[in-house]
């Protein structure tokens, strides 16, 4: 599967290849919580200093929080999510990272969680 991922900017220097998109290809067979764990142990997130950056993944829904302090990403669902439920465009995945300054990711994920009614 091709798919394009962008991203927030962390800062203002940030901002100079917004939105910071890439390519990444995988098999089409890989489960999706194992792709975006691939992408971001490519390195993809900016870092930011103090350690403690949180970002949520979207594909026309939310599907993940990612927290530098974690060392796993954390599904919204309880259920696993299909790569034919992702945006699809062209033949092409689209994923987004928000970033969520230094917001307790758990706040994030609850929150998620509660808007999307997935417990």
């Known amino acids: 599967m091709n798919i394009y991922v962008t991203r927030d900017s962390v800062a203002a220097g940030d901002d100079i290849d917004a939105p910071h998109g890439r390519w990444f290809s995988f098999p089409d067979t890989m489960p999706v919580m194992e792709v975006i764990a691939r992408i971001v142990t490519a390195g993809y997130l900016a870092k930011i200093s103090g350690g403690k950056a949180t970002w949520s993944v979207v594909s026309g829904f939310p599907i993940a929080v990612v927290a530098q302090q974690w060392t796993e ?10 790569v034919s439920e992702l945006e699809n465009k062209n033949g092409v995945i689209c994923i987004h990272f928000n970033y969520h300054t230094q917001l307790d990711p758990e706040i994030v994920l609850e929150g998620l969680r509660r808007k999307f009614r997935f417990k």
């Not at 990403?73 to 999510?81: A, C, T, Y």
């Open 73 to 82: 990403l954390r599904p919204v669902s309880p259920r696993d999510i299909k």
